[in-house]
């Protein structure tokens, strides 16, 4: 135990107080910051964590159950030590209260009714006078904590090292999903969050307190006491909770400029306007990865909140662009985005980092209707065997779609009629004609009616398996190549 703190020996060995251990005689260790009485059932919404509770025992349940419970409220919340008033209002102690106390190595501890509870406060206050102005002293120090961000251009890891000397506690910070919310700052172990930001801070060993942040906690700050260390209490962890809250907004503020600068690199490459050394010098300041290949994902019915939170953890860019979104990336993006709600994902086929994007645009625009179409989360470019027997090259893909498609498209553009989208509805519903009418909200005499024009401008006749082929094949060439609805 570190000089200058009260335990709770220490006023079991106070001849003034003549202290008698009941159970909990592995707790005598533990540190003392205050001496307060409290007649509740349940007092720790009230307390900091290291108080000597003292009660007559109005408070203490009568049944063997609740006085376990009650015991293990208090620990659970850091107090130190249970103090009972001789007699007075002290209900029959049940031997389940002793024995939670020797396995949580709680002590509970016996007040003479000569001994006024003032005195034990007393005696309290008077030894942590000293370890009260070391508290100060680490207040103040904390509070000079964006001096020396400024001032030494420390790093998050450093800072918060140095902090963690100043402070007596080892810091850990995560989000509210417990992933790490800092870099170089370590997640705490799991099962130490509470359920609600509002709840109680203390925690056995230490604190846990939310990160403020606008629109609710960016996360939590968990604080352990240091083996050795001279702990400095929760205001001194509540100041640290303020600079990580600053810490976190810097990280933002600069985590939303680089995504401005990634939105617009990644249009500049869309539009095919960068030369693929400079596009990959622009991807490589922006820390993406260039030793691995690159993909490129369309996601289209994803919250931009939702998809945000999903990539976070992950190096991309991401540009939005009516209902879709664009996001570049290492391959690994691909399942982060999946598991988005709701999101149907297109992927392209890797590629190095800085290649051009048309081939790779189109790829994942398809990839992505047919996500959406089969209520598939992720499509990945060539898992579809029908893409598998269509040319790479464009040239070869236009000469299909004219050859098999170049009327009827020039009929739809004309007149708006949907002549290829129903019949593609009609193939994918296996020609039941009364389910695709359904999917296209129309009637099936009037899909009749379209099919039939279909086949007089293509001159192809769709009960024939060889025209139905190759009229598949022709729609799904004009899918990748963009000339037709998605």
């Known amino acids: 135990m570190a000089d200058h703190k009260v335990t709770v020996e220490d006023l079991l060995r106070s001849p003034a107080l003549q202290l008698r251990l009941l159970a909990g005689e592995a707790g005598l260790g533990r540190s003392v910051s205050w001496a307060h009485v409290s007649e509740l059932e349940d007092p720790t919404p009230w307390l900091l964590g290291a108080?000597?509770?003292?009660?007559?025992?109005?408070?203490?349940?009568?049944?063997a159950a609740g006085q376990r419970a009650y015991l293990e409220r208090l620990d659970d919340a850091g107090v130190s030590a249970l103090a009972l008033s001789a007699q007075l209002h002290v209900p029959p102690l049940h031997p389940s209260l002793f024995?939670?106390?020797?396995?949580?190595?709680?002590?509970?501890l016996e007040v003479p009714l000569a001994v006024p509870f003032i005195a034990i406060a007393q005696e309290v206050a008077a030894?942590?006078?000293?370890?009260?102005?070391?508290?100060?002293?680490?207040?103040?120090q904390v509070f000079g904590a964006l001096r020396w961000l400024a001032a030494e251009d420390l790093d998050t890891a450093t800072l918060?090292?140095?902090?963690?000397?100043?402070?007596?506690?080892?810091?850990?910070?995560?989000?509210?999903?417990g992933r790490p919310l800092l870099p170089g700052v370590p997640a705490p172990p799991a099962g130490v969050l509470p359920e609600q930001p509002e709840a109680p801070p203390t925690i056995p060993g230490g604190f846990v307190l939310p990160v403020p942040a606008p629109g609710g906690p960016a996360g939590f700050l968990v604080a352990f006491e240091r083996e050795?260390?001279?702990?400095?209490?929760?205001?001194?962890?509540?100041?640290?909770?303020?600079?990580?809250a600053l810490q976190v907004a810097m990280a933002r503020h600069e985590r939303?400029?680089?995504?401005?600068?990634?939105?617009?690199?990644?249009?500049e490459l869309l539009q095919d306007v960068l030369d693929p050394p400079a596009a990959r010098r622009r991807l490589a300041r922006l820390g993406m990865p260039m030793e691995e290949e690159a993909v490129l994902l369309v996601v289209r019915d994803a919250p931009d909140d939702a998809l945000r939170r999903a990539l976070d953890d992950h190096a991309h860019l991401l540009l939005r662009r009516g209902g879709d979104h664009y996001v570049l990336g290492p391959p690994t993006l691909?399942?982060?985005?999946?598991?988005?709600?709701?999101a149907a994902c297109g992927m392209s086929r890797p590629f190095p980092p800085g290649e051009s994007l048309r081939v790779a645009l189109r790829e994942a625009g398809w990839a992505a209707a047919r996500a959406a179409e089969s209520g598939r989360p992720l499509v990945r470019y060539g898992d579809d065997t029908t893409g598998r027997w269509l040319p790479d090259d464009p040239a070869t893909l236009h000469a299909l779609v004219r050859h098999v498609l170049g009327e009827v498209l020039a009929y739809d553009e004309a007149h708006d009629s949907r002549l290829v989208t129903s019949v593609r509805t009609w193939m994918e519903r296996n020609r039941r004609t009364e389910e695709a009418a359904a999917a296209l909200h129309v009637h099936?005499?009037?899909?009749?009616?379209?099919?039939?024009?279909?086949?007089a401008l293509t001159g192809r006749d769709l009960s024939s398996s060889a025209a139905f082929a190759e009229v598949w094949l022709a729609i799904q060439a004009a899918r990748r190549l963009g000339l037709h609805d998605q």
């Open 127 to 140: 030894a942590v006078q000293e370890d009260a102005r070391h508290r100060l002293g680490a207040q103040l």
């Open 99 to 108: 024995e939670a106390a020797e396995e949580r190595g709680m002590p509970i």
């Open 334 to 342: 691909a399942e982060a985005v999946a598991g988005v709600p709701g």
């Open 256 to 267: 939303e400029t680089i995504r401005r600068e990634g939105a617009e690199t990644l249009a």
């Open 228 to 244: 050795g260390a001279r702990p400095a209490g929760l205001a001194v962890v509540q100041h640290v909770a303020t600079v990580a």
């Open 160 to 177: 918060f090292r140095r902090l963690e000397r100043l402070s007596g506690y080892d810091v850990y910070l995560c989000t509210p999903q």
């Open 444 to 455: 099936p005499n009037t899909l009749a009616y379209r099919l039939r024009r279909f086949a």
């Open 51 to 63: 108080e000597v509770i003292m009660t007559t025992g109005v408070g203490v349940p009568r049944s």
